[in-house]
């Protein structure tokens, strides 16, 4: 996983203010400098202050401990990472301050919220939420009359220690007065994804996977290829993992049982920790990766490598285990598949860059300015499936 981070001052984005590229010294590019970053979807963090914003960031995509982030300062300034971790997983995340109100003339809606892939808005549950349902929905209303294809997802926070009963009551009440709110503003056909999230537990990166699928374009591809797979091979559930941040890329169309997510995430984290330790490669996870465990309730969990950045992780009782040649040659038509989307998508990739090449190159000799829509890099969804026997 590579980051680039970059802080943006307290007051960002004036309307008023000569945008250029940044190089990673942070020194001026040209104007016309474009950066792959800004081709990348953006995922926003936003929230009233202390509601966990940050940490979220941290304990997902920067493997900081629950514990230590009690030590993290409030954020005063936006921060930006890049996540790049394989073809699939390409994103920017903005953590955004508490204090920004973005219904200020002041502040570029456009540019903020643009090139905008899903919006995640944290509410502390153990908190009074109603200054928080407030400025969600300035938010939304805002964010919604820049960019429609918005994705909404509303992370109700912090609700370690809380009951079931009371977490339940507390998704009812927020989802209904966001809803309202909505409604009475005229935007009933926003939809809004509510997730109950705890960085103390794997509810957060069960809520995270479900943001990032949404940005990409070949998931069901994916998804088709693992219901291909597993009835063929004797498996019950399939998990094809980031194994950087443990965020699920794609699963097979079986509902998700947390349990069986927690032991598969469990089961990364050993992985990595023992490759750690054994080997001298900067790269602990590569093509020799591969774990079997074996439960005491006669269940196994498999896991293969992908590339050096995606794991398969598979359920299967033990008795399906007898046919691991089967299993292990339809994992060989699996990675094959989800290898030609891969070259598919850089195949696209440069035929956009190209094509954007040619269009600046047009511009600048017709002297006129082309717009681009935020959705360009879209690629198409291979509708092939592995050949599994």
């Not at 049982?257 to 750690?276: F, G, K, T, W």
């Amino acid at each position: 996983m590579s980051y680039e981070h970059e802080d943006y001052p307290e007051d960002p984005f004036p309307k008023d203010f000569g945008y250029c590229a940044y190089d990673q010294d942070g020194l001026d590019l040209e104007p016309n400098a474009t950066s792959n970053s800004e081709t990348k979807p953006r995922i926003l963090l936003m929230g009233l202050r202390r509601s966990g914003k940050s940490s979220i960031q941290k304990v997902v995509f920067h493997k900081m401990s629950p514990n230590e982030t009690l030590f993290l300062e409030s954020t005063s300034k936006i921060v930006k990472d890049d996540i790049n971790n394989s073809s699939f997983v390409q994103f920017q995340i903005w953590d955004f301050p508490g204090q920004i109100d973005f219904i200020e003339p002041t502040f570029d809606s456009d540019m903020i919220f643009g090139g905008c892939g899903a919006l995640v808005f944290v509410i502390d549950a153990k908190d009074d939420y109603i200054e928080a349902l407030t400025k969600f929905k300035n938010t939304v209303i805002k964010a919604y009359k820049v960019n429609p294809r918005i994705k909404f997802e509303v992370f109700i926070h912090k609700v370690d220690g809380i009951s079931d009963d009371s977490k339940m009551e507390s998704q009812r009440d927020i989802h209904q007065r966001s809803s309202d709110d909505l409604s009475e503003a005229g935007l009933d056909q926003i939809h809004l994804s509510f997730h109950l999230t705890s960085i103390y537990d794997h509810s957060i990166f069960e809520a995270f996977s479900k943001v990032v699928q949404k940005l990409i374009p070949q998931l069901p591809t994916l998804e088709n290829l693992l219901n291909i797979f597993i009835p063929n091979s004797g498996i019950e559930k399939a998990f094809l993992f980031d194994v950087v941040s443990k965020i699920y890329i794609a699963t097979d169309s079986s509902p998700v049982d947390m349990q069986a997510y927690e032991l598969c995430c469990d089961m990364i984290d050993m992985v990595i920790d023992l490759s750690s330790i054994y080997s001298s490669e900067e790269t602990a996870f590569d093509s020799g990766s591969s774990s079997l465990i074996k439960l005491n309730n006669n269940t196994i969990l498999y896991m293969r490598e992908v590339n050096k950045f995606l794991a398969l992780v598979c359920i299967l009782r033990e008795e399906n285990f007898n046919r691991q040649g089967v299993i292990d040659y339809n994992f060989i038509c699996f990675r094959d598949a989800i290898s030609e989307v891969f070259e598919l998508r850089l195949k696209r990739q440069k035929q956009l860059e190209n094509a954007d090449q040619d269009d600046d190159e047009l511009a600048d000799d017709q002297g006129i300015t082309i717009g681009r829509s935020s959705h360009e890099n879209d690629t198409a969804v291979v509708s092939r499936a592995p050949k599994i026997t």
